[in-house]
Each structure stands twice: as C-alpha cells, then as structure tokens.
C-alpha cells in the first residue's frame, strides 16, 4: 500500500471522527482511543473505499502495450491516455496500425458517400469507471492519404435496449 497524502488526511479525519463517536460509548479516553485504532482501517476499507470508487471516475492508468491492447480489450481504456499522447501512431499506414492494435471495430459512417469510410477507423475502449456511467468510451483514428492524421477520443450513450 502506497502512502500518499489524501489517504493519510482521510484516515487521520476517519480516527478522529470514530474516536469522537467512541467517546460516547465509553468516557475513558484510552478505551475511545484503542476502539478508533481498531476500527478505522476496518471502516475504511469496508465501507468509505468502496464508496469513493462506486461515485469517483478516477481509473488507473496503464502504458501502451500493442499485446494488451489486442489480448484484454478490458485494459484499452487504461492505456488510451498513453497512446494519445504518445503520438506513436501519428503518420502510421493502415497496416502498420492494424499490426499494433488489430483489426477496427467499426468504421465511421461518411455522410456525403452514404457509406461508412474506411479512413476512420474506431476501437471501442469499454465504460468509463463509475456507478451512474452509461457512457462508452471510443477512439477514432482519421486517415488521410493512408497515414494516421488524427486520434480522437469520444464518448458514446449506451442504448437501453428494453
């Protein structure tokens, strides 16, 4: 476990208020203290970490590996920051891109040719992380005279299909 700073002041502000909630089961100090001792990481791990994580959309982050990427598409939004800023696919050929992260999984609809156009090429990411998302995460990759020009990321509603 790493210790950074927002967990110390949390579980500091999680003994205080538990010792102050001990403090009226039991007036001895030493009994309110070992009682808040005890139960703090208990509370925290149990009850208030869940919490933060079902209402927080903070996800960890991964480096680009192309073998993940194809592998476990559940890992792909993790490492989709890392390939945007990366810039390793930008003025890659359709071949090239599609040894690093395989075949598309849809190309985007033109609507001047009424057809969907294979120089933009779409990866599903999976959900963005939180309780009440209904949002898809995408990432689009723009051709243009058969080299990467532009990645894009987006979201997508997911349909309710009832």
């Known amino acids: 476990m790493i210790l950074t700073t927002p967990f110390v002041i949390i579980l500091v502000l999680l003994f205080i208020v538990l010792f102050i909630f001990s403090r009226t089961i039991d007036k001895r100090i030493w009994v309110a203290a070992l009682i808040s001792l005890v139960l703090t990481p208990i509370v925290y791990f149990y009850l208030l970490y869940p ?55 849809w190309f985007s609809w033109n609507d001047t040719t009424k057809t969907n156009d294979s120089n933009y090429w779409n990866y599903n990411l999976g959900l963005k992380p939180g309780a009440f998302n209904t949002k898809q995460e995408c990432l689009e990759i723009t051709f243009e005279g058969g080299k990467v020009r532009l990645l894009e990321h987006y979201q997508l509603e997911l349909e309710d299909n009832e």
Do not use: C
């Open 51 to 105: 919490l933060i994580n079902i209402f927080s959309t903070y996800h960890h982050e991964k480096q680009f590996k192309a073998e993940v990427w194809k592998e476990k598409p559940a890992y792909r939004f993790e490492m989709a920051n890392d390939l945007e800023q990366s810039d390793l696919l930008l003025g890659k050929s359709k071949s090239e891109i599609k040894a690093i992260l395989g075949k598309p999984g």
